[in-house]
């Protein structure tokens, strides 16, 4: 009898929401209030610190040291004012966590006294002891310092008793270890590219930020049912479990009314996140049960990308003051939805414009045109360095499982826009266009509407689709950090935008005019990327050959879909805008290996350790329940009357002895898989063998599992169940 689990169930079925009385303000009161924002800095800055502070905040430049000093004093202030005590530098290591080493503002001082110090060296930079976070090779034991520096465009914020202050991380000879870093290098890539471009239609625009909106995807489950599923504990998923009976099928839990347990916990963490100024906006349920989605209203990248990490720590932390474990896991649950996490994309300029939102004139639309049909071609040159930012041993579950995008890279226009294109592809000519054909033209470009039908009948299943005044990428994980595919698509998207512009002045510098030249490079463009527009069903088959033929790639799992990390033409592209070094980006490529190798290895292990330590004696302490009986059958029965009785328990103790042995052989192969994988000398064989040898028997051995599961007495059963973990009260 597991009692354990009866327990637990006893515990989740007895729980009340938890309701903190702190929230019956209005947000605007304490919103960003544990932020050293604007209001803090006016408040505890001289006017000259205030004005070095705002210029790096805005310009990404270096604080002075001088003024560094002054600035971390009134940090300090600031933060002790709020009854902070400690602080850590706040970085993003390719673990995919983010990390922190918090430290203590006191200094011990003579006659056995201390004081409380924050120098401006200690906010500029710190020197963790860093060697065990992953380097790809980077790093050699003699210089395995690494340095976390200040990154001054994101605000330092409060998070507990401590002030956290967000960082770079990189090595000491300068190369970046974290996401960070070749995310602001992309940005500030994408800026100069993209602010170059507008100035063939706006003189005034000198900056184009990035800006992102995400859309973060969850499950919660009841803290004690999730503290005796070790796969959950470990792996994040269930790597075994039955189908509830009733699953997703209804679609009643899409956007149904929140449990108030759940709600009152999104209160909670959805207070903290605004505390911290992230602007959390949205809540709804998702499609299956027990998922749940939050959004933002969109910011500028870097912070956007910061404000994400935070707020998935916020959630975890949260969750449990509410009993709730919060999964944000790509798939959790076999049969249903897993979870994924769009980003929202789009450019923005210092006037104030959205450079992919259709405007009002043939001039703004023609600008529109430019920013849209260039994206459309960086996707189209770099689809498959695209798809191995999103690539992951958890996301492999999702893509193209039905439930989301495809793995195959596609963009979706709508309708309306693919009209323009393939109107601007019939009425440029390669010859000189006449004034009139250009006034046709530029009158048909005016004609796009500013409100485009398809922001409302969008295609769901496009892993990239225009949403009417951004794109939205669709297939990063809900676990990812955003700051990997965002770094690529400005990276690729400021690669273009130089192309673009390199392009449009060669012709310029032929006396072609300025709109005719940009009509030209548009329309070779628009011939050159249609292979990677898909208006259709990206989840059906026919799609599946129609890549195919078009020559898209489809790389299912993640061994392969890294490779494109080090084509040529990725480390040209990442090098040319100088966002990363080959060795740089040869390093995140051994480590993305690395960590495919070791997820599935850890798999493996546990459910080696589920079936042996749990399941096996599971069943057999069933089966040995109905030999018994048998036997005491064939003491009190005739032998006719034997035969007839038994029959049934019989065929179940044979069914289990079948299901039994063959859990046993597949793990035991597994195993020896796993041996022959350790053994390979290369991050990349390891890769393949695990994904294609060890991971095979996942879905063998728990096919038998689900099925003991369904069989064997509900009493003896120790793991909580499907119907019991997503149903939640
Ligand atoms: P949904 O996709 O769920 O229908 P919306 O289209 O309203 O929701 O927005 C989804 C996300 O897109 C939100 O986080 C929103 O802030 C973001 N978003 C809206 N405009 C932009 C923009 N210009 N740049 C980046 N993100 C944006
Ligand atoms: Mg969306």
């Not at 505390?275 to 956007?304: D, K, M, S, Y």
């Not at 299901?659 to 350790?678: C, G, H, Y």
Request: charged share 25%; glycine share 6%; proline share 4%.
């Amino acid at each position: 009898m597991s009692t354990r689990r009866i327990l637990a169930l006893q515990e989740a079925i007895s729980r009340k929401p938890i309701e903190l009385n702190k929230i019956n303000e209005q947000v605007s009161k304490y919103y960003g209030s544990n932020v050293f924002g604007l209001d803090a800095m006016r408040e505890f800055l001289s006017e000259e610190a205030f004005q070095s502070l705002q210029q790096s905040m805005n310009q990404g430049t270096i604080v002075e040291r001088k003024m560094a000093d002054q600035v971390a004093a009134c940090m300090k202030a600031w933060a002790q004012s709020k009854g902070v005590t400690h602080f850590t530098h706040w970085f993003q290591p390719l673990s995919g966590a983010t990390a922190e080493k918090h430290d203590g503002f006191f200094e011990p001082i003579e006659g056995g006294r201390a004081i409380e110090r924050f120098s401006g060296n200690a906010l500029v930079q710190q020197e963790p002891d860093a060697s065990s976070f992953p380097n790809g090779g980077i790093r050699n034991t003699f210089e395995a310092r690494g340095y976390t520096a200040w990154d001054p465009t994101s605000p330092a914020f409060i998070w507990g008793e401590t002030l956290c202050i967000p960082t770079i991380f990189i090595s000491y000879t300068g190369e970046s270890l974290d996401f960070k870093t070749p995310l602001l290098k992309s940005l500030q890539a994408l800026d100069k590219a993209a602010t170059d471009v507008c100035q063939y239609f706006d003189k005034n625009v000198t900056k184009v930020i990035a800006t992102l909106g995400w859309e973060q995807e969850y499950f919660l489950i009841d803290s004690a049912l999730y503290n005796i599923r070790f796969d959950l504990q470990q792996t994040g998923r269930t790597l075994f479990g039955h189908a509830a009976a009733k699953g997703q099928q209804l679609e009643d839990h899409y956007w149904g009314s929140i449990p108030e347990r759940v709600a009152a916990y999104m209160r909670d963490f959805e207070h903290e996140a605004h505390l911290l100024g992230i602007p959390v906006r949205t809540r709804h349920n998702e499609v299956a049960p027990a998922q749940f989605e939050c959004a933002p209203v969109f910011e500028e990248t870097n912070l956007a990308v910061d404000h994400n990490l935070l707020l998935m720590d916020v959630m975890e932390k949260v969750a449990i003051r509410h009993n709730f474990r919060v999964l944000m896991h790509e798939k959790p649950y076999a049969g249903i939805n897993g979870s994924g996490k769009h980003n929202n994309w789009s450019l923005a300029t210092n006037t104030g414009k959205n450079l992919l939102s259709p405007g009002k004139t043939p001039k703004t639309n023609l600008q529109f045109l430019t920013f849209f049909v260039n994206t459309v071609m960086a996707v189209h040159e770099h689809a498959d360095l695209l798809r191995s930012s999103i690539a992951s041993a958890n996301n492999d579950h999702r893509l193209g499982a039905n439930e989301a995008p495809p793995a195959i890279m596609s963009v979706f226009l709508g309708q309306q826009l693919s009209n323009v294109l393939d109107e601007l592809e019939k009425a440029v000519h390669s010859g000189k266009m006449s004034p009139e054909e250009k006034t046709a033209l530029k009158m048909n470009i005016g004609r796009i509407p500013d409100i485009l039908l398809d922001n409302t009948d969008r295609n769901r299943t496009s892993p990239f689709a225009f949403t009417g005044n951004k794109f939205e990428f669709r297939a990063v994980g809900s676990s990812a950090n955003c700051g990997g595919p965002m770094t690529v698509l400005n990276a690729i998207m400021a690669e273009q935008l130089v192309a673009f512009k390199n392009e449009v002045d060669a012709l310029m510098n032929k006396k072609v005019e300025k709109d005719e030249a940009i009509f030209q490079v548009l329309k070779k463009y628009i011939i050159a990327s249609k292979k990677i527009r898909f208006e259709g069903n990206g989840y059906g088959d026919e799609w599946k050959a129609e890549a195919k033929k078009r020559g898209l790639s489809n790389i299912p799992t993640t061994p392969g879909a890294l490779e494109a990390m080090i084509s040529k033409k990725t480390l040209a592209m990442f090098e040319s805008q100088g966002i990363l070094s080959h060795r740089e980006q040869e390093a995140r490529y051994e480590i993305s290996l690395e960590t495919y190798t070791k997820k599935i290895q850890i798999e493996s292990r546990i459910i080696a350790d589920m079936v042996n330590n749990q399941i096996l004696p599971a069943a057999i302490s069933y089966q040995k329940n109905i030999v018994d009986n048998v036997m005491g059958l064939k003491t009190i029965l005739s032998a006719e009357e034997f035969k007839k009785a038994a029959e049934i328990q019989l065929n179940l103790i044979h069914e289990i002895s079948e299901r039994v042995n063959s859990i046993k052989k597949s793990a035991d192969e597994m195993r020896e898989e796993r041996k022959k994988a350790n053994n390979l000398d290369s991050a990349k064989k390891q890769a393949h063998v695990y994904c294609d040898k060890v991971k095979s028997y996942f879905e063998t051995i728990r096919y038998q599992v689900d099925k003991l599961e369904y069989i064997v007495d509900d009493k003896v059963w120790p793991l909580p169940k499907y119907r019991e973990m997503l149903y939640l009260r």
